[in-house]
């Protein structure tokens, strides 16, 4: 056991905790047993406080991994402790894919399961616990398997509790079957955010995947500018060269902090001018590969070292449909600010699952990168805060690190559900985080 300093992914909120890396159910048992409180942490890729603990203990779940066979049907039991990355190092030369991806590689299968992500294809496939068939839970009261059959209360409090109900060992999930290790995309250019925001709600149907990166620094009748690019897995026959090669090692990295303010107004509406001009205005039928299409920042090595010492926030809100304005509203209020939005992605969602606290719901949802140091920065994320609560929306607790508890119970209605569940696997609160404590999730 050592006491380390732990962050996020954007660096904004260390804490101090003892980690452990038991191996073993029987070891996680015994943590549990003797830790006042308790919170598993994977690669630490959430971006705010969720996989820390202060003054608590932290167990890194990385020595529960493996990976079984993959059956004819692409039904796999995992380790929680293996990474998206090593799974698809694996998987792909076999002709398999992962359901759902977020945008990096480098999470683990039991912080997937925690954060219940989402990416590119939510609006067909769901999030990542559509795709789970069981998995073994080691909570306070005793080790158990759950499925959305089997004690499916406690299964879709797991999904999305960002591991408050219990430490996840193994996952069985059901594979993609992918003839190639490419995907077909069409690229789009949009002047202006409404034009995106129409051609994906009438045509995000016809693709598995779909993503806009979307100016938030233009203003006047371009704000919102976007490129759209959507997109799915190339067949043998769509590409000259049909291979099944697994993702590449990152070839560049970070090797210090940037310098404090590198990311501003002026260096990201320079960036954005740039790569809005070097896409294409259309483009179809595309061959791109798995890794460039879904984990483009995952072959750059540490990041986020690019935002500085002082870190960064990303913001990720969703809102109903009917509440498209929202979205509008909130790039509006960027853009007028000044506040510098490094990265803007705007996605759409499909029908949400019964996790009760699943960040995704049928519409829209934007994430934002904000570098610390902007003065305004604060009273911007309050003011949206608020137009994402008119909306009947909510903010993704895999990327908070500053959402005020008064909010969250409007935010996710079946809270006290899943604090039911939470005192029944968890009687003693042993299991809590900075997040948890800072939103008031423990149970207490």
Not at 147 to 159: H, K, Y
Not at 326 to 342: K, P
């Amino acid at each position: 056991m050592t006491r380390t300093t732990l962050y996020g992914w954007g660096r904004t909120t260390p804490s101090v905790a003892a980690v452990v890396s038991p191996s073993s159910e029987t070891e996680v048992a015994s943590e549990l047993a003797s830790s006042k409180e308790l919170i598993a942490r994977g690669l630490g890729r959430s971006y705010g406080d969720a996989a820390q603990l202060s003054g608590g203990t932290v167990l890194d779940n990385r020595d529960l991994d493996g990976i079984g066979a993959i059956d004819a049907d692409g039904v796999v039991c995992v380790g929680a402790g293996t990474s998206i990355d090593e799974l698809l190092t694996l998987s792909i030369p076999q002709g398999w894919f992962v359901p759902v991806t977020p945008g990096t590689r480098q999470v683990t299968v039991g912080g997937a399961v925690a954060a219940d992500v989402h990416g590119k294809n939510h609006h067909v496939d769901g999030s990542f616990a559509n795709h789970i068939l069981e998995m073994r839970l080691i909570t306070p009261v005793g080790a158990v398997t759950v499925s959305p059959t089997r004690d499916p209360e406690l299964f879709w409090a797991t999904v999305g509790g960002m591991g408050l109900t219990g430490v996840v060992s193994t996952v069985t999930m059901r594979m993609l079957r992918i003839e190639t290790d490419q995907v077909l995309v069409d690229t789009e250019r949009f002047s202006e955010l409404d034009g995106v925001m129409s051609a994906m709600s009438s045509g995000d149907a016809a693709y598995r995947y779909s993503v806009a990166w979307v100016d938030c620094m233009t203003r006047g009748a371009h704000m919102g500018r976007a490129v759209l690019t959507r997109g799915d897995h190339a067949a043998r026959g769509d590409v000259d060269a049909p291979s099944l090669r697994g993702p590449k090692a990152p070839r560049l990295f970070v090797p210090f902090n940037a310098p404090s303010g590198l990311l501003n107004p002026l260096t990201v509406k320079a960036f954005n001018e740039v790569w809005y001009r070097s896409s294409p205005r259309r483009q179809s039928g595309e061959a791109k590969s798995l890794s460039t299409f879904f984990h483009p920042l995952d072959g750059v090595r540490d990041w986020n070292r690019l935002y500085g010492r002082r870190g960064f926030v990303q913001y990720q809100f969703c809102v109903p449909d009917s509440a498209g304005d929202t979205v509008v509203g909130a790039i509006d209020r960027l853009s007028s600010s000044g506040v510098a939005s490094f990265l803007a992605v705007l996605k759409r969602f499909g029908p949400a699952n019964q996790g009760l606290l699943s960040f995704p719901m049928p519409g829209w949802t934007l994430a934002l990168d904000l570098p610390v140091g902007n003065p305004a920065l604060p009273q911007v994320l309050d003011d949206l805060d608020e137009k994402v609560l008119e909306a009947g929306g909510r903010i993704y607790f895999a990327k908070d690190a500053r959402l005020s508890p008064d909010k969250v119970r409007a935010m996710y209605p079946q809270l006290d559900a899943f604090l039911a569940v939470k005192n029944r696997v968890d009687p003693e609160h042993r299991l809590a985080s900075d997040l948890a404590h800072r939103l008031q999730l423990t149970g207490k």
